[in-house]
């Protein structure tokens, strides 16, 4: 067996090496009441087991099609602006979605990183995030107070695309050290089929049961990254058994928690995987995204009436907030068409694989660290 990686506090603040598997692989009480979008208890149980389940025909196609269409026009947005500042010189507009963002993203690399960086929730991502269904689905696994986590993400996996390839992760390694003792349970909804031909889901059977986040590398190119020795040495899977590809047709939703290590295949295809993760948690306990922003209330027993104030959530925007930080930490100016996709999680982990995102988030430092190495050199 291969040695496990080293563990070096200073190189890898977000690694505790504590262990807190109550969250994750402990049922909560289930409703009495029978409501529409309720998963079997065994499907329940399987999540706790395993840490995901896959819960095939959730949404059907007229439920999803509003989304599909908000994804149509948010790429009609983004290529009205590529073409009013002269990046592109074709709008694309006689493609459907999948082949307009492909055709964006070819004449003007980062097309699709503006899709990724979207920091407000559209009509229709809104109304999905609190659709009763799928609220009804996320209380049997987080309990009936129910809060909308800060973090969510569109998914548009373009095909040879390493911007939209994302290596083993736990979601909690990109989140604070709150969040490792707190179960975040995501919902990711498919809008077109997922398939091991268009990058679909793997995930790591059984891997949340400790309740630890392992060590994480920075970055395969912004994304973090498990080393296989490092799920086998530290969490005791097994690849060949325990490695689990999760096709899953358009409407099928994958439920899993924030400490279940996952990762997309490469989108081998000619067309884009669309996708979605929406994050769900008990609001009364730590939001987990280093005090940056917050969640809000989607349900709670106590307030029955309760509208969620999705002004607050959107005008948090925590793209916008990370680009302040990284603006601060660099002193360049960054705008909507800026290349980069940073984050906090890039102070937890080592930078192993220097990246533009890495070099970006960590420039006033690099100049600091040159500097100080001219000066002694002088000396």
Same mark, same amino acid.
């Given at each position: 067996? /291969?040695?496990? %990686?080293?563990? =070096? /506090?200073?190189?890898?603040?977000?690694?505790?090496g504590e262990c807190h598997p109550g969250p994750f692989t402990t049922m909560p009480a289930q409703p009495t009441e029978k409501k529409p979008g309720q998963l079997p208890l065994e499907k329940v149980q &399987?999540? #706790?087991?395993?840490?995901?389940?896959?819960? &095939?025909? #959730?949404?059907?196609?007229?439920?999803? !099609?509003?989304?599909?269409? @908000?994804?149509?026009?948010?790429?009609?947005?983004?290529?009205?602006?590529?073409?009013d500042t002269g990046k592109v010189k074709n709008l694309y507009s006689e493609c459907n979605m999948s082949e307009r963002l492909i055709r964006l993203e070819k004449e003007w690399p980062g097309a699709v990183l503006m899709l990724l960086k979207l920091g407000k929730l559209t009509p229709e991502f809104e109304a999905m995030y609190q659709n009763e269904k799928l609220l009804n689905a996320i209380e049997q696994l987080v309990g009936p107070e129910i809060g909308a986590s800060p973090v969510w993400n569109t998914r548009p996996k373009t095909p040879s695309h390493k911007e939209t390839d994302v290596p083993w992760h736990q979601d909690s390694a990109y989140f604070d050290l709150e969040s490792y003792k707190s179960l975040i349970a995501t919902a990711w909804i498919a809008f077109v089929d997922a398939t091991e031909e268009n990058g679909c889901m793997q995930f790591v059977r059984g891997g949340q049961r400790k309740g630890?986040?392992?060590?994480? !590398?920075?970055?395969?190119?912004?994304?973090?990254?498990?080393? !296989?020795? &490092?799920?086998?040495?530290?969490?005791?899977? =097994?690849? !060949?058994?325990d490695f689990i590809t999760c096709p899953v047709k358009a409407g099928g939703v994958i439920f899993f928690s924030n400490m279940v290590p996952h990762r997309s295949i490469q989108n081998r295809s000619d067309h884009i995987r669309f996708a979605m993760d929406l994050r769900y948690q008990d609001p009364n306990r730590p939001w987990g995204f280093?005090?940056? $922003?917050?969640? %809000? +209330?989607?349900? @709670?027993?106590?307030?029955? =009436?309760?509208?969620?104030?999705? =002004?607050?959530?959107?005008?948090?925007?925590?793209? @916008?907030?990370?680009?302040?930080l990284v603006?601060?930490? @660099?002193?360049? *100016?960054?705008?909507?068409? $800026?290349? #980069? +996709?940073?984050?906090? *999680?890039?102070? /937890?982990?080592?930078? /192993?694989?220097?990246s533009i995102h890495t070099e970006q988030f960590f420039k006033e430092q690099r100049e600091k660290e040159k500097q100080q190495q001219q000066e002694q050199q002088q000396q």
């Open positions: 067996m /291969a040695e496990t %990686i080293e563990q =070096d /506090a200073t190189k890898y603040p977000g690694f505790t &399987e999540y #706790f087991d395993q840490g995901f389940t896959v819960v &095939e025909g #959730f949404f059907t196609e007229e439920e999803i !099609e509003p989304c599909r269409q @908000s994804f149509a026009r948010l790429i009609d947005n983004i290529a009205q602006k590529l073409y630890m986040v392992v060590v994480h !590398e920075c970055c395969d190119n912004f994304y973090l990254m498990i080393k !296989e020795d &490092e799920l086998v040495n530290r969490l005791g899977v =097994d690849p !060949e058994k280093y005090g940056m $922003s917050k969640g %809000i +209330l989607l349900r @709670s027993p106590a307030k029955p =009436d309760n509208i969620p104030d999705w =002004d607050f959530y959107g005008n948090q925007d925590r793209y @916008s907030k990370i680009d302040k603006e601060k930490k @660099s002193g360049d *100016h960054l705008d909507e068409f $800026s290349p #980069f +996709l940073t984050g906090p *999680h890039m102070d /937890a982990w080592k930078v /192993a694989v220097p």
